[in-house]
């Protein structure tokens, strides 16, 4: 079966209705407002989110009270946050803990990931944020046979946003995945200083924190990788609305600055300059594209399709960012102009859940080209 790029009628009205919430309730002034006080994450926004629109459950059967929707839907919402970097836990929450929790499989994962369609709760998987698929995510907690945690997992994203954790450690039979809320004794967040002011990252200590086990070493590891994957092609999505977003307030900015008596946007080297970022997006499009619509459909080429959507469409969201601020002149160079915002979470997206160095290897690999001298 070849993949579907397009967007069907349901993607766009989800489309519609986020892009709606979003215009009226993340204006970039009130992001830039968040990123200077002690709460980045717009609490009542993902509220909103979760429960009315319901994107906190989309991945989840309807039977564990979800939306029952795919990965062509969650990577349409990651679109429209990335164009506004809203300041909500949704790759976090309904991406990564989501998807291992249902991967994992048990009555006790499924019981968890309920409380997350439903918006009740919201979690984080406490891996590093730059894990990429394929990486060892278990060798530094250890749990022992009761569920006590112990050791520290460093840039763990939406973790101060999370009510729980879903954790990856080791125990005495192997590798496992706990349950543990973030207010549990034991268990203590420090927040560095992010690059990316929307999305904080968290590292947390588990010093005998008393967890629940809620997968063992026949589904934890599995389920794991199965995350990291989605959230590797996923991502891509998010950078590819971001991208588009740089592009489009870039051309309408250019279509009104004038310079030497001439609109700025008639100048022949801008229009090359922004006619090569727009076909690099349409190809992130595709790319983009093509990771989701292999998620959805559990296509065995989805390794392939991700490491190839991660490899360019990073990039692309970088290069867009950073021609957004320059284009913008001596006001994209400003803290009160978003552009800023929008250069942050294009950088730290790049080493998010895999470089695009690392996905290039990885590709090689999947398709059998010969590793370099």
């Known amino acids: 079966?070849?993949?579907?790029?397009?967007?069907?009628?349901?993607?766009?009205?989800?489309?519609?209705?986020?892009?709606?919430?979003?215009?009226?309730?993340?204006?970039?002034?009130?992001?830039?407002?968040?990123?200077?006080?002690?709460?980045?994450?717009?609490?009542?926004?993902?509220?909103?989110?979760?429960?009315?629109?319901?994107?906190?459950?989309?991945?989840?059967?309807?039977?564990?009270?979800?939306?029952?929707?795919?990965?062509?839907?969650?990577?349409?919402?990651?679109?429209?946050?990335?164009?506004?970097?809203?300041?909500?836990?949704?790759?976090?929450?309904?991406?990564?803990?989501?998807?291992?929790?249902?991967?994992?499989?048990?009555?006790?994962?499924?019981?968890?990931?309920?409380?997350?369609?439903?918006?009740e709760r919201t979690a984080a998987l406490a891996v590093p944020l730059p894990s990429a698929p394929g990486a060892e995510v278990f060798a530094g907690l250890r749990a022992d046979a009761d569920g006590v945690l112990g050791g520290r997992v460093t840039s763990v994203a939406d973790a101060t946003a999370a009510d729980v954790l879903i954790v990856p450690a080791t125990g005495p039979d192997g590798p496992g995945l706990y349950e543990v809320r973030t207010d549990a004794p034991g268990v203590a967040l420090s927040v560095p200083v992010p690059l990316d002011l929307t999305r904080p990252i968290a590292d947390v200590a588990f010093d005998g924190a008393a967890a629940r086990r809620i997968a063992g070493p026949a589904t934890a590891a599995a389920a794991v990788e199965r995350a990291l994957l989605t959230g590797a092609g996923l991502l891509a999505s998010e950078q590819l609305g971001l991208a588009q977003r740089c592009l489009d307030e870039t051309v309408a900015y250019l279509k009104e600055r004038h310079q030497f008596g001439r609109v700025v946007g008639s100048f022949q080297s801008l229009k090359h300059r922004l006619a090569d970022l727009w076909l690099e997006i349409v190809q992130a499009r595709a790319a983009a594209r093509n990771a989701a619509d292999a998620l959805a459909r559990d296509s065995a080429d989805a390794p392939v399709a991700i490491a190839v959507a991660q490899a360019f469409c990073a990039p692309v969201a970088v290069r867009a960012a950073e021609e957004c601020v320059q284009l913008h002149g001596g006001i994209g160079m400003t803290w009160e102009h978003p552009a800023h915002l929008r250069l942050k979470r294009a950088k730290a997206d790049e080493i998010a859940l895999g470089t695009p160095g690392r996905h290039r290897a990885a590709l090689a690999a999947l398709v059998e080209l010969p590793a370099a001298g």
């Open 1 to 119: 079966m070849s993949a579907d790029l397009l967007y069907s009628d349901v993607e766009n009205d989800l489309r519609a209705a986020v892009r709606g919430l979003l215009a009226d309730r993340c204006a970039p002034a009130d992001v830039l407002a968040r990123c200077e006080d002690d709460e980045p994450y717009d609490a009542a926004l993902w509220r909103t989110l979760a429960r009315e629109v319901g994107v906190a459950g989309l991945l989840v059967p309807e039977k564990l009270g979800g939306q029952g929707a795919s990965a062509r839907e969650a990577a349409v919402v990651l679109e429209e946050l990335g164009s506004f970097v809203a300041p909500v836990p949704f790759l976090g929450s309904a991406v990564l803990a989501t998807t291992a929790l249902l991967a994992a499989g048990t009555t006790e994962a499924d019981a968890a990931v309920a409380g997350l369609a439903e918006g």
